[in-house]
């Protein structure tokens, strides 16, 4: 007669804790992805406010010339050419 091999188990409080901890990292792992997603886009449109700000500068310094402007109060000064 063959023997019955009896079912070996951790508790299941045990098995919970692995599940738990799974899930928390599946969820951070997908955070992380949604993260680098919106970053990917940020920089997207942070190089068009960058490339807008450098047409605006020409557009400035066409009708200006050289100048620093005050962003305060908008008043500029002459950059004077060595």
Do not use: C, R, S
């Amino acid at each position: 007669m063959k023997k019955v091999e009896e079912t070996k188990k951790i508790t299941n409080e045990q098995l919970e804790t692995i599940k738990d901890h799974q899930q928390k990292l599946t969820k951070t792992v997908t955070n992380i992805g949604f993260l680098e997603t919106q970053k990917h886009g940020l920089l997207h449109e942070y190089a068009g406010i960058v490339d807008d700000v450098e047409k605006y500068k020409q557009e400035l310094e066409e009708e200006y010339g050289a100048i620093n402007i005050n962003i305060e109060d908008g008043t500029y000064t002459v950059i004077e050419k060595e």
